[in-house]
């Protein structure tokens, strides 16, 4: 009968794509220079002396099989996930009220946070398409933006609007670690206030 494995996962028991999955593992009654750790699925496993970091390419699942010499001990099963959908942020809000000292200070770039997520990995904002909604006044013409940062002819705009202005950023597009193509987060909207 194999020795029992004991195989913990640092953070949580599924694996991300896109970030280091740091995973501790132990044979009871071998030394670690006795037994190998092996990836099978897409992916790889790479460190020694029972720390080890997994790196995953695929959603689905894998299995951290464990040899001896050629004899397989364990073979564990573990979920694979993209990161999360984070969620866009200006300002340091979601969709609510905003002067324009908070905006000015916020540098008009947009993020996009990753909320309850142990693993460090930032999402970036790729594009957005901006819209002015003056108070009393007519809709300026949305503004595509490239990146997370406000074009200076968009903030200049904002800056001269009144208040009770709206802005409106839809189509908000951003890339996690692992991701291939550019996720569309949706929107936010903000009502411009009195400082």
């Known amino acids: ?41 897409e992916g790889k496993i790479i460190g020694e002396n029972g720390n080890y970091n997994v790196l995953v390419t ?25 990161v999360p959908d984070p969620v866009p942020m200006l300002a340091g809000r979601k969709s609510s009220t ?13 993020h996009a946070l990753l909320e309850n997520f142990e693993f460090d990995a930032q999402c970036q904002v790729v594009e957005s398409q901006v819209t002015l909604v003056p108070h009393r006044g007519e809709p300026s013409y949305p503004e595509r933006s490239q990146g997370a940062v406000f074009s200076e002819k968009k903030v200049a705009e904002i800056l001269a609007l009144p208040d009770s202005s709206m802005i409106f950023i839809d189509d908000i597009k951003v890339k996690c670690p692992g991701d291939a193509a550019a996720r569309n987060m949706g929107g936010l909207a903000f009502r411009i206030v009195d400082e």
């Open 98 to 110: 905003v002067s324009k000292k908070e905006l000015l200070k916020s540098g008009f770039v947009l």
């Open 58 to 82: 695929r959603p689905g699942s894998v299995f951290i099989e464990i040899y001896k010499n050629d004899q397989l001990l364990s073979s564990t099963e573990y979920r694979v996930k993209r």
């Open 1 to 41: 009968m194999p020795p029992p494995t004991a195989i913990q996962l640092d953070k949580m028991n599924i694996f991300y794509i896109g970030v280091d999955n740091p995973v501790h593992i132990a044979v009871n009654g071998l030394r670690n220079d006795e037994w190998t750790p092996k990836l099978k699925g």
